[in-house]
Nanobody, 114 residues
Framework: RLVESGGGLVQPGGSLRLSCAASGFTVSSYAMSWYRQTPGRERELVASIMTAGVGTNYGDSMKGRVTISRDNARNTVFLQMNSLKPKATAVYYC?????????WGQGTQVTVSD
């Protein structure tokens, strides 16, 4: 199970840190990803973190403004977002793939607006 939190309303230029708490598996053992989706559009990759020691990958849409990280002790993955722009407004989802099945959280809404 994946549970996202940390979304909300933020002004342009602000920051947010999203959390994805996992249960039933160990986040360090699987690649973990953040995606985002706006109405009428497909989900797009924001960032991925591979299994321990392998590295990270960022989608073009927010590269340079987001950092993905993992806290193994808390079994949680984070997405730090900085210098947010209104076009970052979306529902952000956490995802992992285990044995060829994709597991998604319920999503957390991020709104960037004055």
């Amino acid at each position: 199970r994946l549970v996202e939190s940390g979304g909300g309303l933020v002004q342009p230029g602000g920051s947010l840190r999203l959390s994805c708490a996992a249960s039933g598996f160990t986040v360090s053992s699987y690649a973990m990803s953040w995606y985002r989706q706006t109405p009428g559009r497909e989900r797009e990759l924001v960032a991925s973190i591979m299994t321990a020691g392998v590295g990270t990958n960022y989608g073009d849409s927010m590269k340079g403004r987001v950092t993905i990280s993992r806290d193994n002790a808390r079994n949680t993955v984070f997405l730090q977002m900085n210098s947010l722009k209104p076009k970052a407004t979306a529902v952000y989802y956490c995802k992992t793939r285990i044995f060829q099945y994709d597991y998604w959280g319920q999503g957390t809404q991020v709104t960037v607006s004055d």
